[in-house]
């Protein structure tokens, strides 16, 4: 398959998946949201200016950047996407449904501050002395 047809392929199926997230959107913060999403995937990057480029919208780089910036500090997009996406996976939740969370997979190897690191562990210097035990022990296991 070549690059446009898989270009074509990638951006149905987006459209798909914003035509079921989106029709609680206004029109300028379903395109916003379709752009971040695409340019996101095609550019294999989160820069803004990546993303731009990646659009390959038939205005100036400058323009571009400017909207997808303005439209990101927008006033509740946030709360708009969060619950757009809550409303998709509601569907999928049932009485029974099991929802795991792992505060555990943390890992950032260079920061100096981490709110809410209570939750989390520093692996060992060396992990394979703790490969006997479970994840929630492996802290205390002595390197």
């Not at 446009?4 to 029109?27: D, I, V």
């Not at 890992?107 to 002395?129: D, I, R, T, V």
Request: net charge positive; proline share 6%.
């Amino acid at each position: 398959m070549n690059c446009s047809a898989t270009a074509f392929k990638a951006r149905e199926q987006l459209r798909g998946f914003l035509g079921e997230l989106s029709p609680h959107f206004s029109k300028p913060l379903g395109k916003f949201v379709g752009d971040m999403v695409y340019g996101i995937q095609a550019s294999q990057d989160v820069k803004l200016s990546q993303i731009a480029r990646a659009l390959d919208e038939p205005i100036s780089m400058k323009k571009l950047e400017d909207r997808l910036s303005r439209m990101l500090w927008s006033e509740g997009i946030d709360q708009e996407i969060f619950g757009g996406i809550a409303r998709l996976g509601a569907r999928r939740i049932r009485q029974d449904t099991l929802i795991v969370i792992d505060p555990t997979d943390i890992q950032k190897l260079y920061a100096e501050k981490m709110p809410g690191s209570e939750l989390s562990f520093q692996l060992p210097p060396n992990p394979a002395n703790c490969a006997h035990r479970s994840t929630r022990h492996a802290a205390a296991c002595p390197a």
